[in-house]
């Protein structure tokens, strides 16, 4: 029996527990803990939301658990009513609601547990994790409620962590729930009054979700999106499965070489006329080998100068959700503008915000509800179990500070660069590790094949 504790119950949670039952050797059982405070599993950030409006970001036939069985995930929706008039485009795709996804996600694990009960347990232990140390049978994981599991493997898949709202915000402002720091928690928004005139801070995926629920509310005041660029998630186009971006070359070794390769081939397809987003989808198949062949140095100078590019790009909107916040624009009711965000202070009707336009000047604007859309943190460190695997030097950052430091197999490097035996870590904490590690398909993908042959987990103890 191999004995496998899992940190966190999202998405990449039950992923993994879905992928390490179904590709595990005959004759071994494994004994898997999933320790989550959330009642529900497979939901985590993206797929806890209760928002019908709040939908998937790439249509379903891309969101299968299962490599080889692409429509896998549409038919338990199409079977379960999820595949709603609303969710459908002009092309076909199905664009469901995050909720009824993590629904999905869910029954998917149940129904892999059920097929391989004699040969697998899986408990949900209601809890946190609040640190991890090594002991000679494995590890010790160490639960908020004061309690420890011992296990032979450990698996963190603790996901995103919240990211800490940025500028000045006066104590008064702090304590105001027209003051929104965490948008995707239940029923935030109800918190803005009808009529406000609403600072949503951030252009990418979640300012377009709080936008769209704000729209859907029919929401009488004006809305006007920061940031820094003024850059926003971009709409899909044609899509495209060829991982057929290097073809035969050898990967970029710079940022540069990396941006024009980019660039060729997307003047290539353009030629084509099939828009830039199969070169980025391209490059995101192929990313990790490219990334890996990447020094350090210009891993950071790629994280600095061109990720908010990237992430536009990259992770896209459903067209429902593009076409409502076009709407919105159109008729005034919206606008985005380039600027950051400066002090933010609490006045009798709401907020004095200081907007730092390009060029340096300060304009101050008042708003009825400030909302923060600046997505999940990348300063992982402040996450409580990460600062003690940190310290206990099990565990060591990776060279652009994204995330926890891996090998190819996700194998957590302890201090000294060294693999820890039967301690992974998946998910978008290894983003920086592989390039990307985000989507909900590039995390099922990763995970499949290497859990494919079984040997990763149920080598001997
Ligand atoms: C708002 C949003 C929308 C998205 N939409 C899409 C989409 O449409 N399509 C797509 O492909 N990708 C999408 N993604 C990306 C993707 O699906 C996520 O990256 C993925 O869900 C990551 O799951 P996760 O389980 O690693 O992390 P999370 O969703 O962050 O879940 C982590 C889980 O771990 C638990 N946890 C945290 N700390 C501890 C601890 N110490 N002990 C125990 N448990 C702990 C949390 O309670 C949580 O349930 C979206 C992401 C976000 C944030």
């Not at 002991?135 to 160490?142: E, P, R, Y």
């Not at 309690?147 to 698996?155: D, F, P």
């Not at 704000?214 to 809305?223: N, P, S, T, V, Y």
Request: one cysteine or more.
């Amino acid at each position: 029996m191999v004995n496998i504790v899992v940190i966190g119950g999202g998405f990449t949670g039950l992923a993994f527990v879905i992928h390490a039952i179904r590709a595990r050797p005959a004759g071994v059982i494994f004994d898997l803990t999933i320790v989550e405070p959330s009642a529900k599993l497979g939901r985590g950030i993206a797929y806890g939301t209760t928002e019908p409006l709040h939908r998937i970001n790439v249509p379903s036939d891309r969101m299968s658990l299962f490599a080889d069985d692409s429509t896998h995930a549409t038919r338990w929706l199409r079977e379960h009513d999820a595949l709603d008039t609303g969710s459908v485009d002009e092309q076909g795709h199905y664009y469901v609601s995050r909720q009824r996804y993590g629904e999905y996600v869910d029954a998917t694990l149940k129904q892999v547990v059920a097929e391989a009960a004699a040969h697998a347990r899986v408990n949900h232990r209601r809890a946190s994790a609040t640190g991890l140390s090594k002991i000679s049978s494995g590890f010790n994981v160490t639960l908020d409620d004061g309690s420890q599991l011992e296990a032979q493997r450990v698996a963190l898949c603790f996901g995103h962590t919240p990211s800490k709202p940025p500028g000045r915000i006066d104590e008064d402002a702090l304590r105001d729930p027209r003051l929104i720091a965490h948008p995707w928690s239940h029923d935030a928004l109800h918190a803005i009054p009808g009529d406000a005139s609403v600072l949503l801070v951030g252009t990418g995926l979640t300012m377009a979700d709080v936008a769209v629920t704000l729209i859907g509310r029919e929401h009488r005041g004006r809305i006007t999106a920061i940031s820094r660029r003024g850059l926003r998630a971009q709409p899909h186009g044609i899509f495209a499965d060829a991982a057929d971006f290097l073809g035969n070359t050898t990967p970029p070794t710079t940022a540069r070489e990396l941006v024009q390769r980019l660039r060729q081939r997307i003047a290539r397809d353009k030629q084509a006329n099939i828009g830039w987003q199969p070169a980025a989808d391209a490059l995101r198949f192929e990313l990790p080998r490219i990334w890996n062949a990447l020094p350090a140095h210009e891993q950071r100078r790629v994280v600095r100068r061109l990720l908010p590019f990237w992430d536009v790009h990259r992770f896209r909107i459903a067209p429902q959700i593009h076409a409502a916040i076009e709407r919105a624009i159109e008729t005034g009711q919206m606008r985005v503008v380039k600027a950051g965000i400066g002090d933010i202070q609490r006045h009798a009707h709401g907020f004095r915000v200081g907007l730092k336009r390009p060029g340096g000047r300060i304009e101050e604007h008042d708003f009825g509800a400030v909302v923060f859309c600046t997505g999940p943190a990348r300063d992982i460190e402040r996450n409580p179990l990460v600062k003690s695997l940190l310290e206990s030097r099990l565990a060591r950052l990776d060279a652009v500070k994204a995330g926890l430091d891996t090998d190819l197999q996700s194998r957590i490097l302890d201090a000294e660069g060294n693999v820890s035996p039967g301690l992974f870590a998946f998910g978008p904490m290894t983003r920086g590790s592989f390039g990307e590690m985000t989507g909900a398909p590039d995390i099922a993908r990763h995970l499949e094949r290497l859990l494919k042959d079984g040997s990763l987990l149920a080598y001997p103890v």
